[in-house]
């Protein structure tokens, strides 16, 4: 008597349950408070400082690079500068304000009358060009974040840009450009770039962790659950013949900003037909390819299991 082994049947691999996530349009915000933390930490190792001092039709101040410096007070001995029993001017620099000016350079008591020597503490680079860049850098950004240049128009833009650059340079343009762009000087202290990067990088945060977190769909076999509005229970709906649909991508924002980020919008099938749009999805080849072997996977494994 020969007993034959059982036919064991193995259900098909693939993934179980997975999760997308909605992003916000602040995500696409991180290269303003990159950009303004490196410009920042490049402020502070130049170590130039900026002086701020009143002006006026009748206060306006004089500038000298030769004064007379009769000496100064090293605790509390007058030392003088001298040759041959004379004073003698020194080459330096300086703003002499004119008489009567009131004091600004920190520190000033309540009475408006300083208090010891005065302090420079505004740190900004002696680049003009730098805050011309941040300038450029958080208007690319504005830009992209709200018009939306999809498909083929992201393909025109592409092919314009350079076209207009080659007729520019036919025309000798560029150099009237650049002697122009020469002429910005944007000034931003080392605490502006820290202060806006700190406040963004913790808006961009809060809404990464924090929001974009409440808007997802899950997947599961024969079934998802939906979540678009924050503080929303889940629902769930049938996965039967439901479609995927990946949108035309926005090489600016989802290429450039997003490292491949997209727009997904998932169709159910039934008597009761909806429509959900996923915005903002990190990774979306990857997420289309997981949706599909799910799809797949769903097909081949028995019900029940």
Same mark, same amino acid.
Request: glycine letters at 10%; proline letters at 5%; charged letters at 20%.
């Given at each position: 008597?020969? $007993?034959?082994?059982?036919?064991?049947?193995?259900?098909? $691999? %693939?993934?179980?349950?997975?999760?997308?996530?909605?992003? $916000?349009?602040?995500?696409?915000?991180?290269?303003?408070?990159?950009? &303004?933390?490196?410009?920042?930490?490049?402020?502070?190792?130049?170590?130039?400082?900026?002086?701020?001092?009143?002006?006026?039709?009748?206060?306006?101040?004089?500038?000298?690079?030769?004064?007379?410096?009769?000496?100064?007070?090293?605790?509390?001995?007058?030392?003088?500068?001298?040759?041959? &029993?004379?004073?003698?001017?020194?080459?330096?620099?300086?703003?002499?304000?004119?008489?009567?000016?009131?004091?600004?350079?920190?520190?000033? %008591?309540?009475?408006?009358?300083?208090?010891?020597?005065?302090?420079?503490?505004?740190?900004?680079?002696?680049? &003009?060009?730098?805050? @011309?860049?941040?300038?450029? @850098?958080?208007?690319?950004?504005?830009?992209?974040?709200?018009?939306?240049?999809?498909? *083929?128009?992201?393909? =025109?833009?592409?092919?314009?840009?350079?076209?207009?650059?080659?007729?520019?340079?036919?025309?000798?343009?560029?150099?009237?450009?650049?002697?122009? =762009?020469? =002429?910005?000087?944007?000034?931003?202290?080392?605490?502006?770039?820290?202060?806006?990067?700190?406040?963004?990088?913790?808006?961009?945060?809060?809404?990464?962790?924090?929001?974009?977190?409440?808007?997802?769909?899950?997947?599961?076999?024969?079934? *998802?659950?939906?979540?678009?509005?924050?503080?929303?229970?889940?629902?769930?709906?049938?996965?039967?013949? *439901?479609?995927?649909?990946?949108?035309?991508?926005?090489?600016?924002?989802?290429?450039?900003? &997003?490292? %491949?980020?997209?727009?997904?919008?998932?169709?159910?099938?039934?008597?009761?037909?909806?429509?959900?749009?996923?915005?903002?999805?990190?990774?979306?080849?990857?997420?289309?390819?997981?949706?599909?072997?799910?799809?797949?996977?769903?097909?081949?494994?028995?019900?029940?299991?």
């Amino acid at each position: 008597m020969s $007993s034959q082994p059982a036919a064991s049947t193995s259900a098909p $691999s %693939g993934p179980r349950q997975f999760r997308l996530y909605s992003h $916000s349009n602040l995500f696409y915000w991180w290269p303003v408070w990159v950009v &303004g933390y490196i410009l920042g930490i490049i402020t502070y190792f130049q170590g130039t400082y900026m002086v701020v001092f009143p002006g006026g039709k009748d206060a306006e101040p004089e500038g000298h690079r030769q004064w007379l410096v009769a000496g100064k007070k090293e605790e509390n001995k007058e030392i003088k500068f001298q040759e041959d &029993g004379k004073d003698k001017p020194q080459i330096r620099e300086g703003i002499l304000l004119k008489e009567g000016s009131k004091y600004h350079l920190a520190p000033v %008591g309540k009475d408006g009358k300083p208090e010891g020597q005065p302090q420079v503490k505004l740190r900004v680079s002696r680049f &003009g060009g730098m805050g @011309v860049v941040f300038i450029f @850098v958080l208007l690319y950004v504005i830009f992209v974040t709200n018009v939306p240049l999809r498909g *083929m128009w992201s393909v =025109l833009v592409m092919a314009v840009l350079p076209l207009l650059a080659i007729i520019l340079w036919l025309a000798g343009m560029w150099e009237t450009i650049f002697r122009a =762009l020469s =002429l910005l000087d944007v000034r931003i202290t080392m605490g502006g770039y820290f202060f806006l990067s700190t406040a963004l990088l913790i808006l961009w945060l809060i809404a990464f962790f924090g929001f974009d977190r409440q808007l997802y769909i899950t997947f599961e076999p024969r079934q *998802m659950r939906v979540c678009l509005e924050i503080g929303a229970g889940e629902k769930t709906y049938d996965t039967v013949g *439901m479609t995927v649909e990946k949108q035309k991508s926005d090489f600016f924002r989802h290429t450039l900003l &997003g490292f %491949g980020a997209g727009d997904l919008i998932i169709k159910t099938s039934g008597a009761e037909r909806h429509e959900f749009h996923l915005n903002n999805v990190l990774g979306v080849v990857k997420a289309m390819r997981l949706v599909e072997e799910l799809q797949r996977t769903q097909q081949e494994r028995p019900a029940g299991v």
